[in-house]
T-cell receptor, first 116, second 115 residues
C-alpha cells in the first residue's frame, strides 16, 4: 500500500531563517506531487505541484520554492522565512495522468510551521 | 474555472442526529467530486469520490453523498452523528484541461457534535 511521510511534524523558526520541509511517498511510482498551505480560516492553498523529477509549477508567487530531486521526494524550501509563512503545510500525491487517472489526492500528516 | 462552495463554515448537530454538509460546484467539464475530512492537526483523509458512475456514493465511516447535476450539488450526509465525526470537512472538484490533475477545494465546514 502507499504511504506518504512528512517531516518534521512541527517546527518553530525565527524570521529570516531558512526552511526545508521534506515529503516522501512509498508504494507508488511516478506520482504527481503537491504542496499546500493551510492558514487559519483560509482553507487550502495550492503552492506547488510537480508531474515529474525536476518539473515544478508554482501556483502563487511567494517566498517559497519547491524541488523534486527524486521521483518520490518533494521538498519545500525558503531562504528567509517571513511571519506570513506560518501555517500548516501539507504534501499530497495523486496517480499520474494515465488511462484511468483517479484524480483523488492522498495527503501526508502535515507540518505545523510557526515563524516567530 | 472549476469551483466549489460549501454553505456554512460551522455546523452543529446533536449526537444521533442527521448530518448534512452542503457543497455546490461549478465545472466546465464533467465533474469529479470529492469529500475529505480533517481532524485537528492531521492531514486530509478521503471520505468518498464521485467519478460519473453511480450518483449516490458511499464512503467510509457511514458517510454518503448524492450527485445532483440539475442542482450542481454534492451534499454529504450521515444518518446518525457520532462524537468521533467532529472534524472539518472539505469538498473538492477536479480541474480541467492542463489542470485536470489539480483539485480545487472549498473553504471547509467545521462539524461539531453535541452530546
Amino acid at each position: 500500500s502507499q504511504t506518504i511521510h512528512q517531516w518534521p511534524a512541527t517546527l518553530v523558526q525565527p524570521v529570516g531563517s531558512p526552511l526545508s520541509l521534506e515529503c516522501t511517498v512509498e508504494g507508488t511510482s511516478n506520482p504527481n506531487l503537491y504542496w499546500y498551505r493551510q492558514a487559519a480560516g483560509r482553507g487550502l492553498q495550492l503552492l506547488f505541484y510537480s508531474v515529474g523529477i525536476g518539473q515544478i509549477s508554482s501556483e502563487v508567487p511567494q517566498n517559497l520554492s519547491a524541488s523534486r530531486p527524486q521521483d518520490r521526494q518533494f521538498i519545500l524550501s525558503s531562504k528567509k522565512l517571513l511571519l506570513s509563512d506560518s501555517g500548516f503545510y501539507l504534501c499530497a500525491w495523486s496517480v499520474r495522468w494515465g488511462r484511468t487517472p483517479g484524480y483523488e489526492q492522498y495527503f501526508g500528516p502535515g507540518t505545523r510551521l510557526t515563524v516567530t | 474555472a472549476q469551483s466549489v462552495t460549501q454553505l456554512g463554515s460551522h455546523v452543529s448537530v446533536s449526537e444521533g442526529a442527521l448530518v448534512l454538509l452542503r457543497c455546490n460546484y461549478s465545472s466546465s467539464v464533467p465533474p469529479y467530486l470529492f469529500w475529505y475530512v480533517q481532524y485537528p492537526n492531521q492531514g486530509l483523509q478521503l471520505l468518498l469520490k464521485y467519478t460519473s458512475a453511480a450518483t449516490l456514493v458511499k464512503g467510509i465511516n457511514g458517510f454518503e453523498a448524492e450527485f445532483k447535476k440539475s442542482e450542481t450539488s454534492f451534499h454529504l450526509t450521515k444518518p446518525s452523528a457520532h462524537m468521533s465525526d467532529a472534524a472539518e470537512y472539505f469538498c473538492a472538484v477536479r480541474g480541467s484541461g492542463a489542470g485536470s490533475y489539480q483539485l480545487t477545494f472549498g473553504k471547509g465546514t467545521k462539524l461539531s457534535v453535541i452530546p
